[in-house]
C-alpha cells in the first residue's frame, strides 16, 4: 500500500496543507522545528490510532486553535481507503474510515499500515523491556485485528486481578480471575513467539547485509516455557500459583506476558546490556526492516515506512545499503539534508521541501 495524499488542518505548526506522496522514496527536506516529523506523526496517526511522541492527543492541536483534523489517502493493491480523525481540545477524538464513523480503535488496525522507525525506535535494543514488548504488540496489532483484542482482554483481566490483590481478594476468587488470566495470556505469548521466531529469521538476514556478513544477530522470546497453548498455559498457571503470596503482598501480577522480552544476540553478546552504539541500532534496523516484512507477507501488502531523522544516524555506506534495500516499497524520509551521493545511487525519488508548516515540491 501507499499513502497517496495527507491532508492536514489546524495539526501541529500546520495551518493548512496537502501533501500528495509518491509510491517510492519520499524525502521531506528542511531545517530543524519546520514541520517534518509532524507529518510523519500524522500519518502514524491514522495507522495506529495514537502519536508515536506524545499519548496526550491535545498537544497535536495547534496551539491557537480547538480542533485540528487530519486525513490520509492509502492506495492499496485492489482498493483505497481513506481515514480521518478529528481532534478536539474539550472532546475525545473522533476517527472514520472511508466516511464511516468508528468507535473501537480496534477498527484502524490494519487500514494504513505503517512501520515506524526513529532514533527513539533505535532505543529499542538498549531500553527496557516494555519498549519491546510495544514494539511487538504495535506490529501484531497491525497484523491482526484479533491480536488487538486479545492484548485489550488480557490488560483488563490483568488490571482487574491487581485491583483485587490489592484489595486482599481471597484464594477461591483469584482462582477464577488466574483462569481467564492463563487462558488469555497464553494465547498472547504463543502469537509472540511465533512472531519473534519468524522476525529472528528475516533480522538475521537484514543484519548480515547491513553488516556485510560481518556480524549474526539472533532472537529469542523470554517467556513462559512450552510450545502448545496447553503447555504455555500450564507453565504461566503454576507460576502464577508460586508467585501468589508474593502477589497479593505486592498488590501485583509479577508473572505473564507483560513481564516478557525479546533477547537480542550478537554472537554471544547480550547486546542490550552490552552491545555497543552502533551494534544496537543496526540490530534496532535490521529488526525494523525485517518487521516490514513479516506484515507484507501477512497482509500480502507492503506497509508503509516511515524513517523520522534516521539518516544521519548512518554512515554513507549504510545509508546507501539501506535504500537500495527499501527502494521497491513506499517509504517517508525526513532529513534537514540530502547527500548528492545518496540520490545519485538510489535514482528514483521524490522530495518535499518543509519551511514553517508548509510544504513544497523540491
Ligand atoms: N501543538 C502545536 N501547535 C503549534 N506548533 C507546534 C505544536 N506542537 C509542536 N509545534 C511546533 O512544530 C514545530 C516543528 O516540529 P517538528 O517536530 O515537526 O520539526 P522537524 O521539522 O521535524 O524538526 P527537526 O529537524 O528538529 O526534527 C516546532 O517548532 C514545534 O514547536
Ligand atoms: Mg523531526
Known amino acids: 500500500m501507499f499513502v497517496s495524499e495527507v491532508f492536514v488542518q489546524n495539526y501541529r505548526n500546520y495551518i493548512k496543507e496537502k501533501v500528495s506522496f509518491e509510491n517510492k522514496t519520499n524525502f521531506l527536506v528542511g531545517k530543524n522545528a519546520q514541520g517534518k516529523t509532524n507529518l510523519m506523526e500524522a500519518i502514524y496517526l491514522c495507522s495506529v490510532g495514537r502519536s508515536a511522541r506524545t499519548p496526550r492527543d491535545r498537544e497535536l492541536i495547534n496551539f491557537d486553535s480547538d480542533r485540528a483534523y487530519v486525513k490520509v489517502f492509502v492506495k492499496k493493491r485492489f482498493s483505497a481507503d481513506r481515514v480521518e480523525m478529528t481532534l478536539d481540545k474539550s472532546a475525545n477524538k473522533r476517527v472514520a474510515v472511508n466516511g464511516l464513523p468508528i468507535t473501537r480503535i480496534g477498527e484502524l488496525m490494519g487500514v494504513v499500515t505503517t512501520v515506524f522507525f526513529s532514533p527513539d525506535e533505535m532505543k529499542i535494543v538498549k531500553d527496557g523491556p516494555s519498549d519491546r514488548r510495544r514494539f511487538m504488540d504495535i506490529s501484531l496489532c497491525q497484523m491482526s485485528k484479533a491480536y488487538f483484542y486479545l492484548l485489550s482482554s488480557y490488560n483488563k483481566t490483568l488490571s482487574q486481578r491487581n485491583k483485587l490483590l490489592k484489595n486482599g481478594a481471597t484464594d477461591d476468587v483469584l482462582d477464577v480471575w488466574d483462569m481467564q488470566l492463563v487462558g488469555l495470556g497464553s494465547k498472547i505469548i504463543k502469537t509472540r513467539r511465533g512472531f519473534v521466531q519468524r522476525l529472528g529469521e528475516k533480522a538475521a538476514h537484514n543484519h548480515s547485509y547491513l553488516t556485510d556478513g560481518g556480524e549474526s544477530l539472533k532472537l529469542g522470546y523470554e517467556s513462559e516455557s512450552g510450545e502448545t497453548v496447553e503447555e504455555i498455559a500450564l507453565s504461566f498457571k503454576e507460576h502464577l500459583l508460586k508467585d501468589r503470596e508474593k502477589d497479593k503482598l505486592m498488590g501485583y501480577t509479577r508473572?505473564?506476558?507483560?513481564?516478557?522480552?525479546?533477547?537480542?544476540?550478537?554472537?554471544?553478546?547480550?547486546?542490550?546490556?552490552?552491545?555497543?552504539?552502533?551494534?544496537?541500532?543496526?540490530?534496532?534496523?535490521?529488526?525494523?526492516l525485517a518487521e516490514i516484512d513479516l506484515i507484507a507477507g501477512e497482509k500480502e501488502e507492503y506497509p508503509v515506512l516511515l524513517l523520522d531523522d534516521v539518516l544521519s544516524e548512518l554512515d554513507l555506506d549504510r545509508q546507501i545499503r539501506l535504500l537500495n534495500k527499501i527502494k521497491d516499497y513506499q517509504t517517508i524520509i525526513t532529513c534537514t539534508h540530502i547527500d548528492d551521493n545518496l540520490t545519485k545511487a538510489i535514482g528514483n525519488y521524490a522530495k518535499f521541501m518543509v519551511e514553517n508548516g508548509k510544504v513544497t515540491r523540491g
Not at 544476540?265 to 552502533?278: E, K, L, N, Y
Open 255 to 288: 508473572s505473564g506476558p507483560h513481564k516478557d522480552d525479546i533477547a537480542f544476540f550478537v554472537g554471544d553478546t547480550d547486546i542490550r546490556a552490552f552491545g555497543s552504539q552502533g551494534q544496537q541500532r543496526t540490530a534496532a534496523l535490521a529488526v525494523k
